[in-house]
């Protein structure tokens, strides 16, 4: 397995020169594009790694998967999908448009960031108990107790985000977050800020791989009926608007993040970790997609198979 | 004259009825739909009024109008449409979604509220500056040198606007606003609380009237040109997405505002000022409407006859 | 006037070479884009030209005044805009976008294709004497009874105009057409390869700028009511989305065609023909425009003034 | 398993009441809301079936799945996505908006009609032949050599489609189909019109099931990549704009069609066919899908569990 990542994450730097690091977020734009690695971890715990896979990043939009498991333990899907909703869309992941036309009642689904933002202000808690729950429950899912968010790409992605500003005052106009504007904000690029590794992602991916079971522990977060919401949510909007191509060349359920991580995990087989900045056209790391598919190819890892 | 505006006020009382006062700004509420009033100024100075002619309101959209008479003095046309266009749309004041999608580069005109913020931003001046010379420019307009805006409306304003919110931070976004969001909608807010009675509004009218020139005092504060860009930009734009029939049903350049006020400037000819808080769909007042058309029915008002 | 034409034809040839002559549909991109022509009939009769304007070309677009006025003259205008709106739209000619969303009911106006189509399709008569009706009527506007119809443009329009089946079908499907789609289409293109020259479109301008009363015979063909909703929607929608934009530097009621004329009308003064071939990215007259922009600042012609 | 399935049918029958039968093709509307009926077929080649399974319906949209097989093994799935996305989408399936925006350049996906018109455009074969080889291609996986199409059906809807003539032109227009429009719409509404009872459709479910292998003769028809391919867009694309929420409830690949049928498909495991005409808001059979989701609960046949 060792070879076979060494010798993916090789190949698939050849995409790199076709891809570039996110550059909305000022501090984003300070990431090496040459950056490329992979973590993977089974059942059993077995963990293989290559390249640059212990460089920490902020996860970005990954950690909008990590809202929505404790939107959904603290208020239920019930209450969580009145507010948002679970359809793919073909518009990219920062678009408000849909929420201003007549018929637009609610974000499609809870990967874009209209969505997210709901999400998150979903999650019990006042201002940063929220986060601090955050923190608390990715620091039992990867067994690491240093993850903490990124003061500086906070501050980066407050001091720029008018575009989610917009978004957020926009859903706060239709009534579908409670807190002021600002303040679901500064959780939310909070949120976005966290930092981690290739193998803290792979755990997450482990852990939704085993319905919601810590891997070391063996304790039990998530029940399988919210697991298997996460996985289809995961593996219908959580490539952006290349999620429907994402799922025929893939057919892993990930969801990536702007700062080129993606978290990818295979229905009771493995959890996976990728890290690469340099991204495609829809956001999406380059070369990590590259070595995600070539992965499925050679360990059949699609869930279309 | 005087026995014509008091039969049309009588008729069109019918038709408040059908309308309803705006409630999407807390204080407008509070306006007693049953009021109607009309001022008329001609050429020579003479003034008609009729009704509740008396009565202050707070301008609301007309101030669109003051804002880009100033952004224009101050700024050059070239200058202020590059940020803003000039053709009308066929979506709501306050729609926002054709600045996010790819092709929407800038707010189809200075009469919808995206536009007009960008007018506002446009004035010479930081913070208050902004307002004091659009309060100066409208006192020797009218020669009413008590005109002021409304604290408690533009306080009511500032706490609920969160559309207006989402639309400037989008506007932010995309570089066509340069203040702090807070500071431009806080002017753009007290611009919109800014009170006056018909005969106010009238006196803009002949002012437009009279390409440029206050009534009283003889002094040419537009010049031809740009006098005649506003008046065409009222008449294409200035009602809404209700523009186009109005052209058709009434043919007077004109502004309303959702608080039931109508400035309308028959060219050449006479100012006219009507007040009326019931509002029909579109967010004009349908009674004031109906003065309207009435008028340019009976004095043969079109610019298109 | 006649030396003010030579000077303004040469003047604005230059502009010619920013412009490309239309080519979606192939017989039009024949046309010599260095063509560009002019002429002016006033209120007495006498008529000034310049430039190539004598040549014939098919009116296109400018047909749509046309059927609009037959339709309101056969239907009355409440059964017209009961199935085509009187908005102007920031949407392009040929869009058909806003039919398909959930709140779209009818065509924003008879300026642009689809509301075009249903307006032919509200002319009394069957197939064929819908045409004849409309040539009739121009040939009596003009006093020029050799006017017809193109027969190769005609068909290339028919063979190539796919785009407007697609608008007729959605117009069928949401039943603002009863006739069959070919059939109604067959006239529609019919009507947009009449051919006319510069002096036969000014006709049309002085009949309109006449509230409706043909020059020579003095014969009343349009009540004033409906001449002045013809002037308001060549205001507010003649131009295409640039509609706006040449209120403000033109302000003469106006339709375009895309092969390259345009018809302008000054209420109670002119009737104005342009040609030239070389369009602008709108689809106007690049030159055409800038002709009527001079001759609006030389003469004072603007509505807006 | 038998008294399973005759539970499942019972229990839902009474979500019947709250759908409807499709009625915007006539003859669909003469289908008895009352009926439901499903058919599953396992590996081994067990046949359960319970209701009104066999009775003939015609399949609608499940024969986009068909086209789309045939398009691939034909063209080639490079050749078939450069004039048909893999994206779903949240418009409706018969939106055609998307394809009229600047920046719209194929349709979403090949579930949605525009879609699956280029889809089946990509069959090779001239008119009749297409359809000739669907028909062949259906009668191999189903072992069912009376499979036709419904001549009245397909009459009704040639004579109804004029939203699905709007989108062939529009197609047509956009360089999509090479066919004349009315030639490829003929064999789409043909394709439409094939008539196949629930065991029927459970063959082709069991067929993707066993990667494309014709379970009583063993033959394969499709490799596995064309299979997976099909699955994975069945599964982000195959509920219309419900899909997103239908892979969270059922999570089964699966395709519906208006006239009340659903395909489904759980890989390696079986093949399930369902008939409900009563339609929900989303066009999908309101009492099937209810069976769908009681099925994948009892028998765990989630892909993201």
Redesign the interface.
């Known amino acids: 397995m060792k070879e076979l990542l060494d010798g993916l994450v090789e190949k698939n730097k050849a995409l790199i020169k076709y891809g570039q690091v996110a550059n909305y977020i000022p501090l984003l734009g300070n990431a090496d594009p040459k950056d490329l690695g992979v973590c993977i971890i089974d059942n059993l715990g077995s963990i293989y790694s290559s390249g640059i896979y212990n460089k920490k990043f902020t996860i970005q939009s990954i950690s909008k998967v990590i809202a929505l498991m404790l939107a959904i333990m603290d208020k239920g899907e019930e209450e969580v999908f009145k507010k948002v909703?679970?359809?793919?869309?073909?518009?990219p992941f920062n678009?408000?448009?849909?929420l201003?036309?007549?018929?637009g009642d609610k974000p499609?689904?809870p990967m874009i960031n209209a969505g997210a933002i709901v999400t998150t202000s979903l999650i019990n808690g006042n201002g940063e108990e929220k986060l601090n729950r955050l923190l608390e429950f990715l620091r039992k899912i990867t067994g690491n107790d240093t993850i903490n968010y990124n003061e500086e790409v906070y501050l980066s992605e407050k001091t720029t985000g008018?575009?989610n500003?917009?978004?957020a005052?926009?859903l706060?106009?239709k009534g579908l977050i409670e807190e002021k504007?600002e303040d679901i904000l500064d959780i939310y690029f909070k949120q976005c800020s966290i930092e981690m590794d290739c193998q803290d992602i792979a755990k997450i991916g482990i852990f939704l791989a085993n319905?919601g079971r810590v891997l070391n522990t063996g304790e039990k977060l998530l029940d399988?009926k919210t697991?298997?919401?996460i996985?289809?949510?995961m593996?219908?909007?959580g490539m952006y608007?290349?999620?429907?191509?994402y799922?025929?060349r893939v057919?892993i359920?990930s969801k990536s993040g702007v700062s080129g991580g993606i978290l990818a995990s295979v229905?009771n087989r493995l959890g996976i970790g990728v890290y690469g900045p340099a991204l495609d056209q829809y956001g999406n790391s380059i070369a990590g997609y590259g070595i995600l598919k070539d992965l499925s190819e050679e360990l059949n890892l699609?869930?279309?198979?």
Chains 1, 2, 3, 4 share one sequence.
């Open positions: 909703g679970m359809e793919p869309t073909d518009e678009s408000l448009y849909k201003d036309i007549p018929y499609a689904n008018n575009k500003r917009a978004i005052y926009l706060k106009n504007v319905k399988n697991n298997s919401t996985i289809a949510i593996t219908t909007s608007d290349f999620s429907g191509e799922a025929v057919g359920p229905p699609s869930i279309f198979t």
